[in-house]
């Protein structure tokens, strides 16, 4: 159609329909776009961080996915909400030339279904725990469940994290809530399969009391993952052997890791242990059987954690 002679109502004026080239029209359109929309940014002003604050992590990164920008090198949420921000305060022209096409139409059906699937997921994310009990068999009476996941998502972030800080569960990529929480509640399932008391964790040395010892003394089935050896060091504060002993041992439990259990008590906190154990002198290192709960092997005097590596070789 020429531009002569043509005439349309628009809008109860007069004006002149010129042929144009499409992809002139679509750019003019898009410009159109944005200028309408910079008119009524009093009345239509998004505050993308307030939007942000409700939306989770997957929720973005999809987004930014969407429009083919990268998000690896966000190591946090702070970050990955400064770039999902910066991406959104973009023209509506440079959004969609950063928009990758769909090459096919199968490959859309896919990726939608894919994507309401994760919003399903999201629908559970707060109200499941995501732990196959198969994998884990945990005696009821000795962790209630609801009880530890109410008390975790009770906790501040920060306060979870430092958590996992103690734990040695590395947290840098956990950008939920949710999964700190769960990254928590995974960890005490392994320590309470670890130590049949609980106190006790793998690579550490924990100072035990007389009640503690009792229960890690206790006969198991050999199934079970707290029938591991228990190595007991018997101390005081105010033995310079002791205090000799003390880096050599942990540096050992590092090195036992999940296959030992290692433990102390000060004999003069705990003297009915230390009776029961006709401890002589100080340091005692004694190597109980994790199954019977019976003495295999002990050793007076300070050692190295080469000695006492060789020490618990055999029973391993």
Not at 6 to 25: C, D, F, L, Y
Not at 242 to 270: E, F, N, Y
């Amino acid at each position: 159609m020429t531009a002569q002679g043509k005439r349309m109502a628009n809008n109860g004026k007069i004006g002149r329909i010129v042929t144009i080239p499409s992809s002139t029209a679509t750019t003019m359109a898009l410009y159109a776009q944005h200028d309408d929309n910079d008119e009524h940014d009093d009345n239509d002003d998004k505050d993308w961080m307030s939007v942000s604050e409700t939306m989770k992590v997957k929720d973005m990164q999809q987004e930014l996915k969407q429009m083919g920008i990268t998000y690896q090198e966000c190591f946090d949420r702070e970050s990955l909400t400064r770039k999902w921000i910066e991406m959104k305060q973009q023209p509506p022209l440079q959004q969609q030339q950063q928009q990758p096409q769909p090459p096919n139409q199968s490959t859309v059906d896919n990726d939608e279904t894919t994507i309401k699937d994760n919003d399903n997921d999201d629908s559970i994310d707060n109200d499941s725990v995501v732990v196959d009990d198969d994998d884990v068999d945990v005696d009821d009476d000795v962790l209630d469940k609801e009880k530890v996941l109410t008390e975790l998502r009770s906790m501040r972030v920060k306060e979870l994290r430092t958590q996992c800080a103690s734990a040695n569960i590395r947290w840098g990529g956990m950008f939920e809530k949710e999964d700190l929480v769960q990254a928590l509640w995974k960890h005490k399932q392994e320590v309470d399969k670890f130590s049949i008391s609980g106190a006790l964790q793998p690579g550490e040395v924990t100072d035990v009391n007389d009640a503690i010892l009792d229960q890690e003394l206790k006969p198991t089935q050999k199934s079970s993952s707290s029938s591991t050896l228990l190595v007991l060091d018997v101390y005081a504060t105010w033995c310079g052997p002791c205090q000799l002993m003390a880096p050599q041992l942990q540096q050992a439990a590092q090195q036992w890791g999940s296959t030992v259990r290692v433990a102390k008590i000060d004999s003069d906190k705990c003297p009915i242990s230390a009776g029961k154990l006709n401890i002589g002198g100080l340091p005692t290192t004694i190597v109980f059987d994790g199954t019977t709960g019976q003495e295999l092997t002990r050793q007076e005097g300070a050692l190295m954690k080469d000695g006492l590596l060789k020490m618990v070789q055999p029973y391993l």
